[in-house]
DNA sequence: ATATTTGCAAATAATTTGCACGTAA
DNA sequence: TTACGTGCAAATTATTTGCAAATAT
């Protein structure tokens, strides 16, 4: 069967106070090196499990970065949404789907954000497969 | 300095043959796997070589998977386009991205594709990093 | 009390590298 | 003939796992 319990545990909690200040995808390793910065002594095989926990449970989104290393980010699933990230910091910026055909204006006039970029993947079944 | 010459070899051109007749992302190992079976002996080492190599001329494109591992694909950056990616078999078609609007519409009429999820990202500079 | 979580050290898996030998130009 | 490419084995890096000890309930 599944997931039987979870406690609370200081490891979890110092993780998840972690990714809440963070607006940014993380890699295990960069989480990590923040619990050691806060003087929280947890092993990198704890964060990587209670990342893996987290995304299970749809609280945390995970996304390899450009190198194939996986990353992770505080995102509520819930609400259909896409990201808009800053090239320089890193900095995760949520955007909802509405109007899509003004995506650069309403972008810049309600997150200030100066659109350069995009990346845009659609999924389904090809003719072959249907 | 960058690459002095380009010597034209049965690995590369093995390789070369694979991914122009791939219309799907391919790892490193999976296009080794599909070398074996052509009956063409190339190390993996040789692989990950001429696939960053090709990367670097801007001759495929590289992505993550959802894993972490990393993927190419023999694709122009040179035309803006955007990618659907069937979730059976993987088949890749371009999109262009001249009437966002009516993405999923001209989708189906273009392509047979039938669109079940997207996944899109802004990339830019956010007002603090101005 | 006992199910769950943790740390540590060892195991995997993907990718990279050093170097002696092979090959294209 | 010489700069460039290749195979192989070893190194590196990210991630996972087994297990005994610690902790939450």
């Known amino acids: ?10 490891p979890r909690e110092w993780i998840a106070s972690i990714l809440a200040r963070e607006p940014r995808f993380l890699s295990a390793a ?5 619990l050691e910065r806060d003087g929280a002594r947890v092993s990198l095989s704890t964060v990587y499990r209670t990342l893996d926990r987290l995304q299970a449970k749809g609280d945390i989104t995970a ?3 450009a190198d194939g290393e996986v990353t992770y980010m505080l995102c509520e ?7 808009a990230i800053c090239r320089s910091c890193g900095r995760v910026e949520d955007v909802d789907c509405a109007a899509m055909e003004q995506f650069a204006e309403s972008l810049r006039a309600r ?20």
């Open 77 to 83: 699933p819930t609400r259909h949404h896409h990201h």
């Open 1 to 10: 069967m599944g997931i039987r319990a979870d406690y609370v545990t200081r």
């Open 63 to 65: 996304r390899p970065d």
């Open 111 to 130: 997150n200030g954000f100066e659109l350069d970029g995009h990346a845009i993947e659609f999924f389904g079944k090809c003719g072959a497969c249907r």
């Open 30 to 34: 960069q989480i990590h090196q923040g």
